[in-house]
């Protein structure tokens, strides 16, 4: 597959001479905090917890997601962070959860969050001592779809950072799973509610958008890869890219990918544009103060 060859050009860059492993493509760590929880929801039942977390853990670290051979260095870091909120014996469980995924930088020994996104709504049923079942095309539970649902999300993100388009085969499944969780009657949201997974996953296959996931290849491959020789035409092509996400959102104002794109990368860019020139630093700001004015404030200081 072309997508396959644009991601792995890179990484064979790095790690040519390493020894090949047909290792699984995430190194997912999963943490679930039950402070949040009453003494009468089975906070201190720890057992449960410690279960929970390991059977999350191996199901997006022990299944294959593609076809594609991953070294252990190349694995994609994926940190996922569940802080239940209700919690009862007989197995349903309401969190809010945090998921972010990490990509290194050429030349550096920088990590870059290609991803950070909160989910509110990550409620699900599970009974201790039960295995998690999943298959493409099929609905069992809504936890497996939505460890399914994240692991597809981070695949694409990640590969899009690498290639163009290169996630194509992770947003195809992204939009399956989604339909197949949606007929099964989950609260999965809807395409209006720019927060819900139904919006995520149409925004990546969207045509109208696709112009965001060219940005994030060209963030990622022309700009941030290249910063450490090359800072000041990176910073002048990070301000192309904002130029290019205003005509975006012209089309589809704060769309679930803008949002999500300035989630991961807001307070990245104010670094990287934080030793340009004047002028520049003034285009920046009134670039970012328009896509995110959420964080106007932490932009002003652009204005020194």
């Given at each position: 597959m072309k997508n396959v060859f644009r991601y792995f050009f890179i990484w064979a860059l790095w790690a040519f001479f390493l020894p090949c492993t047909h290792a699984q493509e995430l190194q997912a760590s999963v943490s679930i905090?039950?402070?949040q929880l009453q003494l009468d929801q089975q906070r201190n039942n720890a057992q449960i917890y410690s279960?929970?977390?390991r059977v999350m853990q191996d199901f997006l670290n022990g299944r294959r997601w593609s076809n594609d051979v991953f070294r252990e260095e190349e694995k994609i870091k994926v940190n996922l962070q569940l802080i239940l909120t209700k919690a009862s014996s007989l197995g349903d469980f309401e969190?809010?959860?945090?998921?972010?995924?990490?990509?290194?930088?050429h030349g550096s020994t920088y990590e870059t969050v290609i991803l950070n996104l909160v989910d509110r709504n990550f409620n699900f049923k599970y009974i201790q001592g039960s295995p998690l079942?999943?298959?493409?095309?099929?609905?069992?539970?809504?936890?497996?779809?939505?460890?399914?649902?994240?692991?597809?999300?981070?695949?694409?993100?990640?590969?899009?950072?690498?290639?163009?388009y290169g996630g194509n085969f992770f947003v195809q499944k992204l939009n399956n799973l989604t339909n197949i969780a949606q007929n099964a009657g989950t609260a999965w949201g809807s395409v209006a509610d720019i927060r819900s997974r139904v919006s995520i996953a149409e925004n990546l296959i969207n045509q109208q958008l696709q112009g965001i996931r060219e940005i994030?290849?060209?963030?990622?491959?022309?700009?941030?890869?290249t910063f450490k020789d090359r800072p000041d035409a990176a910073r002048k092509k990070i301000l192309g890219l904002l130029s290019q996400m205003r005509q975006l959102n012209a089309l589809r104002p704060g769309a679930a990918?803008?949002?999500?794109?300035?989630?991961?990368?807001?307070?990245?860019?104010?670094?990287?544009?934080?030793?340009a020139e004047a002028p520049e630093r003034q285009q920046a700001f009134?670039?970012?103060?328009?896509?995110?004015?959420?964080?106007t404030e932490s932009y002003r200081r652009l204005l020194r």
């Open positions: 905090s039950t402070e279960e929970l977390q969190a809010n959860a945090r998921l972010q995924v990490l990509r290194p930088v079942n999943y298959n493409d095309n099929n609905f069992f539970d809504n936890l497996s779809s939505m460890l399914a649902y994240y692991a597809n999300l981070s695949l694409a993100i990640s590969y899009d950072s690498f290639g163009l994030n290849y060209q963030y990622h491959r022309l700009a941030l890869d990918m803008i949002r999500l794109f300035f989630e991961s990368k807001g307070d990245e860019i104010l670094q990287l544009m934080d030793e009134a670039l970012l103060g328009y896509l995110d004015p959420t964080r």
